[in-house]
């Protein structure tokens, strides 16, 4: 791609803007120094510690953009009343946690690892984005035994 600039005016005025005096890196003052970041709030507050993300939870995100089902659904339709798993559940790898509705098929949102649901992100009925978080759960990772794999 070629650009090709022309001032009017001649010469006269490529001279006026080349004459204009160029700033140099000494003569530049130096750059404002950020301000010290504050000091962390103390551990005792409690609306501190409500801020600040839980590590003890995984977030599930939803894999297609649609609408949130959480009643169980065989071919399109809904089969059964109630949701699928309700907050407190104990869950196991690979089940169903809930559906996304997509332009009339039901895509399966399963969990990826055993544990107990944590919280619903998102209520039944409401648009779901692409990767947007909607189900929180609490890991478990089998306990003390190694190889336990009644939780797998």
Sequence with gaps: MK???SLKGGQ???AGVAALPTPSAASMPPAPLAPAPAAAPAMSDPESSMD???ASV????APKVGVLRR???VKGKQVGKGPVVEIGDTVKKGQVLCYIEQL???WPVECPQAGEVAAFLVEEGEAVE???TVVE???FFGGHIIGDSKYA
């Design 3 to 5: 650009v090709r600039r």
């Design 12 to 14: 006269g005025a490529s």
């Design 52 to 54: 600040e993300d839980d």
């Design 58 to 61: 995984f977030a599930i995100s």
């Design 71 to 73: 009643g169980r659904y």
């Design 104 to 106: 009339g098929t039901h």
């Design 130 to 132: 692409y990767k947007q």
């Design 137 to 139: 759960i609490s890991p």
